[in-house]
């Protein structure tokens, strides 16, 4: 029956294992270089305290793609953060995402469910009108969903989820940090919101 | 052996121990159809059970239960099938038994806190107790640990029994697959803020285990089914799955990188994972070829032809739902416009269904066979074998429909909100409300109906095929059809 090596069993017996070695050590390898490129604080993925400074993005024509630029100082809710601080500001905000399973309906990095948009880029989405009342009306939309419904004839609804103040601080924080994440032009020629400072 | 009845004698204990693999199997896929058919219906009517059961509960229902019964569909299978493989009793009966009711205690209180308690505050006490919020694998920690727990036990329960009996090439690759299967799932149990980071380790859990160890998983089961049903000679059988194992895992584990296009991580993983995903298909390939071949070789004469009906639907669904409409959107150039699109609800539809739902089904089958006493299943059932027949066409209308109005609701979304509208919130609601995308969307909810018909009839067919039968089973031989 095994007339042909390469129809043997003892030969597809070694190539599964070998291919499944060789495969392994390489995602191991490219993790080790990853797991740095995309820890906080490296270029790719900006320190927390980004939050203290203005987003915008940069068409890059060598990339040819857009990419996050961090600008000058604009704090937070008027007040500038240490990194710990910062840290500890962006967490509270990804874990409210987590712990209110805003993923079975949002993509985060577009990741998630497909029935409410995409947050990656919510902190410069030309929704919220002028840069200045940005925040608040973030913050007044996470607490009451229901006067500050967006549903853009949809008839979709964001329900009120029982966010608190300190949470969706939070949430504007992570969301405004995840905006600084070079991801590599996606989503393809976002349009953001005109800011002071945009070039 | 009592033909015609359902008789528990009729079983061994780890057969017994499948069968209850099974039925919670059963219930949890009602389950998912269930849930499925109401996240359906939101997007129809947004104000349908509005702040009772919000879209973001009934869709995490909806995923878990599918994977949850896939899960204990697979436990399942290879319960049934390792004592005949090994050729000697079960190890660990009692423990198994134990480790099935702890695992489904667990996955009851979980249920019933996605769907009572639903969210809780910022604390990681809502991570610990109430939901992790990260699409697929939700659930808390403390039932992560569970699972795993679960899943060690089940693993030795598999290992020692091959290890006390005898070895082959089919359970030497499913023992090595449950290890792997086992210890990915631990990249899941962590929380960070950094969402690159978290994405980064969440996808080794959902893409190694959905991508790569399910698919070998479903690898081993096939080659068995197929000796099972069609009599298919072992050695090529085994050959075949070092093949699919070694494109599979050649493919599959570089693959993962086409999950790492825009979640932070570097540009290389573009071209990495552009290229290995684009060979994730071969396999399938592989798999539909060796079915296909297999059955025709022995001129499609089998022991049970619901259950070989079903390998067949695998085969050719996992090429169609994995292979295809992966291909499809698995291009970065491609990529970029429909991440995060009605493409991927498409492709997720169909993969899922023609990889994994086709061959528990395939298996249920085969268990009810030599429960109700090695019964005849072959051709000319009572009625023509209408029921199962009839639950197949309708189960597989309904999630090809649902692939397809997605495909188009798909597309709708990509070239209005990503291509044209410029990916704002506006360009997505514009998207949202386009006539193409709600009518695909009606679609979808229409070919649910079919699908929700289809497992209606199928459960039927379950309860009842067999009983009554007294013809005994046709036995497959490794008997090659030749024609002139």
Redesign the interface.
């Known amino acids: 029956?095994n007339s042909v090596w390469w129809?043997?069993?003892d030969f597809?017996?070694k190539?599964?294992v070998w291919?499944?070695a060789v495969?392994?050590v390489?995602?191991i390898l490219?993790?080790f270089?990853?797991?740095k490129?995309?820890?906080?604080g490296s270029e790719?993925?900006p320190a927390?305290s980004a939050i203290n400074h203005r987003i915008y993005y940069r068409f890059d024509s060598s990339?040819n793609m857009q990419v996050p630029v961090i600008g000058d100082s604009a704090p937070l809710f008027g007040t500038s953060l240490s990194e710990e601080d910062a840290?500890a500001l962006?967490?509270?905000?990804?874990?409210?995402?987590?712990?209110?399973?805003?993923?079975?309906?949002h993509?985060?990095?577009?990741?998630?469910?497909?029935?409410?948009?995409?947050l990656t880029?919510?902190w410069l989405?030309?929704?919220w009108g002028s840069e200045a009342a940005r925040e608040q009306l973030m913050v007044n939309f996470l607490l009451d969903p229901h006067t500050n419904a967006?549903?853009?004839?949809?008839?979709?609804?964001m329900?009120?989820?029982?966010i608190?103040e300190e949470?969706a601080h939070?949430v504007v924080a992570?969301l405004k940090w995840?905006s600084t994440?070079?991801?590599?032009?996606?989503?393809?020629?976002?349009?953001p919101i005109s800011q002071e400072g945009d070039r | 052996m009592n033909a015609g009845i359902q008789e528990s004698s009729n079983l061994t204990g780890g057969q017994k121990l499948a069968v209850k693999y099974y039925t919670v199997a059963v219930v949890l896929f009602v389950a998912q159809i269930l849930f499925g058919l109401l996240s359906g219906l939101k997007y129809l009517q947004p104000d349908f059970l509005y702040e009772v059961l919000d879209f973001n509960v009934t869709r995490m229902v909806h995923i878990n239960a599918m994977i949850v019964w896939m899960l204990f569909g697979f436990m399942g299978a290879i319960y049934w099938l390792v004592e005949e493989e090994s050729e000697t009793e079960l190890v660990g009966l009692k423990l198994g038994n134990l480790a099935f009711w702890v695992l489904t205690s667990a996955v009851t209180v979980v249920v019933l806190v996605y769907l009572f308690v639903q969210v809780g505050p910022a604390e990681m006490s809502t991570i610990w107790f109430i939901g992790e919020g990260r699409e697929y694998i939700e659930a808390p920690r403390w039932a992560d640990i569970g699972i795993v727990i679960c899943l060690l036990v089940f693993m030795y329960n598999i290992a020692a029994t091959f290890m006390k009996g005898k070895w082959s090439g089919i359970s030497g690759v499913l023992v090595l697959d449950l290890v792997a299967l086992a210890g990915l799932y631990v990249a899941g149990m962590y929380y960070t803020p950094n969402i690159s980071m978290d994405q980064y380790w969440w996808w080794w859990v959902v893409h190694l285990w959905v991508e790569a160890t399910w698919e070998v998983l479903v690898g081993c089961i096939m080659a068995w089914g197929l000796i099972k049903t069609l009599g298919a000679n072992r050695k090529i059988v085994t050959t075949w799955l070092y093949i699919e194992v070694a494109l599979m895992l050649g493919a599959g584990i570089l693959g993962l990188g086409h999950h790492y296009f825009w979640i932070g991580t570097p540009e290389y993983w573009l071209g990495i994972g552009g290229f290995f995903s684009a060979l994730e298909p071969v396999p399938l390939v592989a798999m539909v070829v060796h079915a296909v071949y297999d059955s025709g070789v022995h001129g499609s004469k089998n022991s049970n032809h619901p259950a070989l009906a079903w390998l067949i639907a695998h085969a050719f669904g996992n090429f169609f739902g994995g292979g295809v409409w992966g291909f499809m959107h698995t291009l970065p150039q491609i990529n970029l416009y429909t991440h995060g699109t009605q493409w991927t609800t498409s492709h997720g539809h169909l993969a899922f269904f023609g990889a994994y739902a086709t061959i528990n089904i395939a298996m249920f089958y085969i268990a009810l066979q030599r429960w109700r006493g090695n019964v005849y299943m072959s051709a000319g059932l009572p009625g023509n074998g209408w029921k199962w027949k009839w639950a197949l066409s309708l189960l597989c209308t309904g999630v090809v429909g649902m692939t397809m109005a997605l495909l188009v609701s798909g597309y709708e979304q990509a070239f209005v909100e990503r291509a044209l509208g410029g990916s704002t919130w506006a360009a997505y609601f514009e998207a949202q409300r386009g006539t193409w995308y709600v009518q695909g969307m009606y679609w979808r909810q229409i070919f649910g109906y079919v699908t929700a018909a289809g497992l209606v009839l199928l459960i039927w067919d379950l309860l009842t095929i067999g009983l009554r039968e007294k013809r005994s089973m046709v036995v497959p031989t490794d008997h090659v059809v030749v024609t002139a």
């Not at chain 1, 490129?37 to 906080?40: D, E, G, M, Y």
């Not at chain 1, 329900?159 to 029982?162: A, D, S």
């Open positions: 029956m129809a043997s069993e597809w017996r190539m599964a291919l499944t495969m392994t390489v995602l490219l993790t270089d990853t797991v490129q995309i820890t906080a790719r993925v927390y990339r840290e962006v967490s509270k905000g990804k874990l409210t995402t987590q712990a209110k399973n805003c993923m079975n309906c993509t985060l990095l577009g990741n998630g469910a497909y029935y409410a948009p995409d880029k919510a989405d030309p929704a967006r549903g853009y004839g949809t008839g979709r609804k329900p009120n989820l029982g608190t949470e939070g992570f995840m994440i070079d991801t590599n032009g996606f989503p393809r020629n976002f349009t």
